[in-house]
Structure formats: C-alpha cells, structure tokens
C-alpha cells in the first residue's frame, strides 16, 4: 500500500489493517505487515482460514485458497 501522503523522511507509521467481510461469512481472516513499513508505504499479507470438509476430515482448520470479494480498512498514523 502506497500512502495517499507520504510522512517525513525518517518517519515509520504505525500501521494497522481489518478485513470486511459480508453477513454470515464464517471465515476467518488474518492481516499481518510484511517486513517495516517506510515513509512512504507498507505491505499486508492476509491469510484466510476455513472450517470445511476439509477440516472436519483433519480435524484441524485449512487453508481456503478460493477468491472472495472482501475490503481491506488501512490505516497509518504518525507515531
């Protein structure tokens, strides 16, 4: 993500991210930063995780890997 407006050179942001989902996905999401954000911008990485057939069979939750149309809510505030 390439902030709207960049902070002063030497600034980190602390930056933070919530995916919306539409009523009744049972999903579960999870948004981390990948590597330091710059001044200038970040890089989120999300994870979906589903309790399918494949996880009752396992008995653990999976990976779901099938698209969805989600929002991804940034924001980057002045430390």
């Known amino acids: 993500w390439t902030y709207p407006v960049a902070f002063d050179n030497g600034v980190v942001p602390i930056?933070?991210?919530?995916?919306?989902?539409?009523?009744g996905n049972q999903d579960l999401f999870n948004v981390q930063v990948v590597g330091t954000p710059?001044?200038?911008?970040?890089?989120?990485q999300i994870n979906r995780v589903s309790a399918g057939l494949l996880s009752l069979l396992l008995g653990a939750?999976?990976?779901n890997p099938t698209p969805i149309a989600?929002?991804?809510?940034m924001i980057a505030l002045e430390p």
Do not use: E, G, K, R
């Open 15 to 23: 930056v933070s991210a919530i995916v919306q989902v539409t009523a």
């Open 38 to 44: 710059t001044n200038t911008q970040c890089t989120f």
């Open 61 to 63: 939750l999976s990976i």
């Open 70 to 73: 989600a929002t991804l809510h």
